[in-house]
Each structure stands twice: as C-alpha cells, then as structure tokens.
T-cell receptor, first 111, second 116 residues
Framework: GQNIDQPTEMTATEGAIVQINCTYQTSGFNGLFWYQQHAGEAPTFLSYNVLDGLEEKGRFSSFLSRSKGYSYLLLKELQMKDSASYLCAVTEGSTLGRLYFGRGTQLTVWP | DGGITQSPKYLFRKEGQNVTLSCEQNLNHDAMYWYRQDPGQGLRLIYYSQIVNDFQKGDIAEGYSVSREKKESFPLTVTSAQKNPTAFYLC???????????????FGPGTRLTVL
C-alpha cells in the first residue's frame, strides 16, 4: 500500500517563507504532485516532480528526494490568498493514472 | 473554454434514496476519476475509468456505482447501500496515463452531497 504523511496544520505570517513537508512510502514510485485547494473548491495543480531536485515556479518551489521518500513545497513571500490546504499525491508505475493523496496540510497565513 | 463541470453544486437527499452525480468534461481526456473528501481527510478514490466502457474500483467503491458510456461523461450513483454518503465529491480527468506518465489530473468544482 501507500503511506503518505504530511502535517495537518501550519501557520505563517504574510511575507514569510513556509515549507510543507511530505514523506511517502510506496512501491514503484512514478512521480509526486502538489495541489492547492481552497475551502469548498476544486484542487488546482501546483507542481510535479519525478527526478531528484528542486523545481521552481514563481513563488512556489517543490523538492524531491526519491532515495529518502521525501518532498517539500516551499512558498515564498506569503500572501493572504495562500491560505489553503496543500495536498501531496504520488503515482505508481503499477497503477498508472491513479493518484494517492495525503490528508493535506491546512496553511493559515496571518496579516 | 475546456473544462470539467459537475452539477449540482449542492445536493440534498433523504436517507435510503439513490442519487446520481453528474460529471462532464470537454478536454478530450480518456481517463476520469471520482473522489470523496471528508473534513480533515485527503481525497479517497471511489472509481476510475481509463477508457470508454471500462472502469475499475478504487479504495472505497462499496455503495457506489458508475458508468462510462461516453468519453465526456462519468456519472456516479450513490446508492442506499453507502452507509455514510454525506461528503464532498470531486470528479477529475486526465490524458490516458499509458500515453504519458505525467498524468496531471484536472478537477471539477465538486458536489456537496448531504443526506438527511
């Protein structure tokens, strides 16, 4: 089976930097996604990592270490609108197409 | 504009009634998925379909049924056998993962089902 773990809640202040961690245990790892979900809305795609290293996209960056089963999402210059749930999801080679989601990390950004 | 639509946004039903949730996409995607989301939990997969006329059970299929007669449509029926149906239901689609492993899923706006 899959075991995906991320913190339940985090808080930060506007303008700060926050790092949301995700650890996973899965066979046949085939990539890791980060999604953002505002309350009552659909998740929206943020990033995809399949190789080790850092992928940067504006204020958001995502890092992957396959050997450690570890990823993080880094949010810089936090804004109030970044208050949302951040979902980590992995794919496996044996079940192409399926995403296995963690429980999500609820981030609250304070002024 | 291409996208995924789910209707209605809010749905109320009496206990013991079956209810069908709609999901339509015009992204020309082969694969479609149904998830359930409960407070404090991540997305759990109910059913998925990689091609028309074919679908597979996800992790929590009991009490649900689906059909995939058209590429654009993947309706989900919540039957009276589902013990705790009140939840937020999300539909998603992607290109067929056998074409490209990077299978970003695009989500619809969701249907919040409340069973009274």
């Amino acid at each position: 089976g899959q075991n995906i773990d991320q913190p339940t809640e985090m808080t930060a202040t506007e303008g700060a930097i926050v790092q949301i961690n995700c650890t996973y245990q899965t066979s046949g790892f085939n990539g890791l996604f980060w999604y953002q979900q505002h309350a009552g809305e659909a998740p929206t795609f943020l990033s995809y990592n399949v190789l080790d290293g850092l992928e940067e996209k504006g204020r958001f960056s995502s890092f992957l270490s396959r050997s450690k089963g570890y990823s993080y999402l880094l949010l810089k210059e936090l804004q109030m609108k970044d208050s949302a749930s951040y979902l980590c999801a992995v794919t496996e080679g044996s079940t192409l197409g399926r995403l296995y989601f963690g429980r999500g990390t609820q981030l609250t950004v304070w002024p | 504009d291409g996208g995924i639509t789910q209707s209605p946004k809010y749905l109320f039903r009496k206990e013991g009634q079956n209810v069908t949730l709609s999901c339509e996409q015009n992204l020309n995607h082969d694969a479609m998925y149904w998830y359930r989301q409960d407070p404090g939990q991540g997305l759990r997969l109910i059913y998925y379909s990689q091609i028309v006329n074919d679908f597979q059970k996800g992790d929590i299929a009991e009490g649900y049924s689906v059909s995939r007669e058209k590429k654009e449509s993947f309706p989900l029926t919540v039957t009276s056998a589902q013990k705790n149906p009140t939840a937020f239901y999300l539909c998603a689609s992607s290109i067929r993962p056998t074409i490209r492993p990077y299978n970003e899923q695009f989500f619809g706006p969701g249907t919040r089902l409340t069973v009274l």
